[in-house]
C-alpha cells in the first residue's frame, strides 16, 4: 500500500457517486493474548497457573456491533505475522550484540539485561517474542520480567501535564517560527526533498545522549550543543 501523497494522490471525477463501503473483518484465531497472573517460583509458589488466553467471540444474543473491525482479534493486538517478525527482530539483535561484538551476554541474566514496556500491551506482545528470539534458545515457557512503571507517571508514555514541555513541543516542532527550528529545517532541507516517504522528521539524535548516556553509564556526544552536527534524519514510522 503506497503513502497518501498529495502529489500522488488520484482525485475522482466529481460524476461518481460513492454506493457502498465496504468494511472486512480481521481474525487472530492463529494467534493467542494471555493475560493472567501466577505466583513467582523464586517466592515458593506451591500452585501453580494455567496457561490461559483470551477468545474472543461476539453473542447473537449481543444487539449491539463491535466498533472497528469484526472478527476475533482484540484491538490493540498485533497479528500473528508481527509476532513472527518480531521473534526475528530478537534473533536478529542476537546475533549482531552477541556473536558479532560480543555485547550481550550468552544466557539472559537480569544483572546484565533488562527489557522495559510501556501501559500500551502491544509493547508486551512484541516482547515476548523478541524475549524468546533473543535468550529462548528454541525453548518455550521461558520467563522474563518486563519493567513498567505506573500508567500515571510512565516516562515512556506519560499521562501527566507537563507546561514546560509543551510550550517546547510547541516551538521546537511543524508550524513553529522560531530560530532553532527553522535552521533546523534549513540543514535537513536535501534530506527533506530526497525523502521518499514523508516529511515529518525528528531530533532524535539530538535527544539520544540524554537517554542513553545514565543507562550506559557513560557520556556521550550531546549534540543538542551544537545542532549543526546533530543531522536530521527521518522519524521511523510504520503505516498500516
Known amino acids: 500500500m503506497p503513502h497518501v501523497r498529495r502529489a500522488e494522490y488520484p482525485t475522482v471525477n466529481s460524476s461518481h457517486v460513492l454506493e457502498y463501503v465496504e468494511t472486512y473483518p480481521w481474525y487472530c484465531d492463529d494467534e493467542a493474548l494471555f493475560y493472567y497472573g ?83 500491551v502491544i509493547t508486551s506482545q512484541v516482547a515476548g517474542m523478541v524475549t524468546s528470539g533473543m535468550f529462548g534458545g528454541g525453548e518455550a515457557h521461558q520467563e522474563f520480567p518486563l519493567l513498567i512503571q505506573p500508567a500515571s507517571i510512565d516516562g515512556l508514555e506519560p499521562g501527566y501535564t507537563c507546561p514546560a514541555a509543551k510550550k517546547n513541543f510547541s516551538v521546537y516542532g511543524v508550524g513553529s517560527s522560531d530560530a532553532g527550528w527553522t535552521s533546523h529545517l534549513q540543514a535537513a532541507a536535501e534530506s527533506i526533498r530526497q525523502s521518499r516517504y514523508h516529511q515529518w522528521y525528528s531530533a532524535y539524535g539530538c535527544r539520544l545522549p540524554h537517554v542513553l548516556g545514565p543507562l550506559l553509564r557513560q557520556p556521550l556526544r550531546d549534540g543538542s550543543a551544537t545542532p549543526s552536527r546533530c543531522p536530521a534524519t527521518p522519524a521511523t514510522r510504520l503505516s498500516a
Open 38 to 120: 501466577a505466583p513467582l517460583p523464586t517466592h515458593g509458589a506451591n500452585n501453580h497457573s494455567a496457561n490461559t488466553y483470551w477468545s474472543v467471540y461476539t453473542s447473537s444474543a449481543n444487539p449491539l456491533s463491535p466498533r472497528g473491525f469484526n472478527g476475533t482479534c482484540q484491538f490493540p493486538q498485533i497479528t500473528r505475522g508481527g509476532l513472527d517478525d518480531s521473534w526475528q527482530h530478537g534473533h536478529d539483535l542476537y546475533g549482531v550484540y552477541h556473536d558479532l561484538l560480543g555485547f550481550l551476554p550468552e544466557k539472559y541474566d537480569p544483572n546484565l539485561v533488562s527489557f522495559r514496556v510501556t501501559n500500551n
